[in-house]
Structure formats: structure tokens, C-alpha cells
């Protein structure tokens, strides 16, 4: 985690020191902004097809190859993984490229979406991403997730924007209300971890063999 917000905050201090931090890019063609403002037969907008696919890909990924599976058991133990055979470094580093080229996709449809591109451009919505992920139950101690639940909780946080623009509330809410909801999830699932790997404690598993 260090080594990623190091590497964020990089690159972004790169982005700004090539742009000055006030330049701003506009005047996209025409057929680029279809991409974040279009609407497909005038009903379905653009980037729809474009998560599906991406959604299913990371679906049958996960789900349906040995990457998935290797994946899975690099979250629940790394060193066990290795012991496994599984080469833990190689899968890591496909993890952080896949991570990349989705980045950058979804950075190309913003960017299409507002029409402009800045340096600045989405400051804060790491936050966003995390909160939505541990939301759809995905555990930051690894071994937990999938693609059903990670996208009820970004559906959660946009229901939960939606509802304070609509409401008339601050904008400052919704970030503080983001950040607490973060807070609160990881608080639980810290205490549940920290209950379930108590000392002395009796399953009902071994209950029902000592009976018998």
C-alpha cells in the first residue's frame, strides 16, 4: 500500500510539473467524446457496453481460470501460495497491470465524459474506489471479493451522492460521509477478525466430535 500511494502521488507530482498545473486539455474529436457522452440507439449510453465487457472479463477471470484461483489463495496466504507452487511475484505483478490498463481505461472514459483533461482530474476518487470495494465485502486483508459484490458498492456510494444532491445538502457530506462509511466497515471487520482468532475458542465443529 505504501508503495502504490508513493507511486500516486509520483506520478501525479510528474502530470502537474509537465502541465505547469494549469493547463487544460479541450477541442476532443467528436467521435472520442461519444465515448463519455453518446448514447447508443439514443437509449444506452456509451460506456455501458464497455463495463460489460470489462465486468465479464474480470468475471471469467476470477471465477473461471487458475489465475483467479492463484489470486485467491496469494490473498488468504502468500507464503502458503508459494508453498503451493504458485509463483506469488508473477501473479502480484499481473495483478498491478491489469489494475493499470483498467485505470487507464476508465481514465479515457472520464476524460471523455467532461470533455477536458487536467492534472488535477480525480482527486480523491481513490478513496471512491476503496470504499466501494470494502463496501461489496471485498476484505483489504485479501483472500475476499468479487465482481457482484464490488459493483453493489459503488452503485451504494452513487445512490448515496445522488440522494445528497437531491436532498440539497452540502457536497462536503458526501465526502464525509464516504470516509465514515470506510471507517466503519474496516472497524467491523477488524473486531470480527480479532473475535474469530480468539484464544480457547470452541467451534460447534468440535463440540459435536468431543459429544461423540
Do not use: C
Not at 62 to 67: D, I, K, N
Not at 91 to 97: G, T
Not at 165 to 176: C, F, K, M, Y
Request: charge should be positive; hydrophobic fraction near 50%; proline fraction near 3%.
Amino acid at each position: 500500500m505504501i508503495v502504490t500511494l508513493g507511486s500516486f502521488s509520483l506520478f501525479r507530482g510528474l502530470a502537474e510539473a509537465l502541465t505547469r498545473g494549469v493547463d487544460n486539455f479541450t477541442n476532443f474529436p467528436k467521435s472520442y467524446l461519444f465515448l463519455g457522452q453518446g448514447y447508443l440507439f439514443g437509449v444506452v449510453p456509451a460506456q455501458v457496453p464497455i463495463f460489460a465487457a470489462v465486468a465479464a472479463g474480470v468475471w471469467l477471470l476470477v471465477h473461471r481460470t487458475t489465475y483467479g484461483r492463484a489470486f485467491r489463495a496469494i490473498g488468504f496466504s502468500p507464503e502458503g501460495a508459494g508453498y503451493a507452487g504458485i509463483p506469488v511475484g508473477r501473479r502480484i505483478a499481473l495483478v498491478y497491470v491489469l489494475s493499470g490498463l483498467v485505470s487507464a481505461l476508465a481514465a479515457l472514459i472520464y476524460v471523455a465524459r467532461v470533455g477536458q483533461a487536467k492534472a488535477d482530474a480525480g482527486t480523491g476518487y481513490e478513496l471512491l474506489a476503496i470504499t466501494a470495494v470494502v463496501l461489496g465485502g471485498a476484505s483489504i486483508f485479501g483472500g475476499t471479493g468479487g465482481n457482484s459484490q464490488h459493483a453493489s458498492g459503488g452503485l451504494a456510494l452513487a445512490v448515496l451522492k445522488i440522494g445528497l444532491t437531491l436532498s440539497d445538502q452540502p457536497a462536503e457530506l458526501a465526502g464525509i460521509l464516504t470516509g465514515a462509511l470506510l471507517l466503519a466497515v474496516l472497524t467491523v471487520e477488524a473486531v470480527a477478525r480479532k473475535l474469530s482468532a480468539r484464544p480457547g475458542r470452541i467451534s460447534s465443529a468440535n463440540v459435536k466430535v468431543t459429544q461423540t
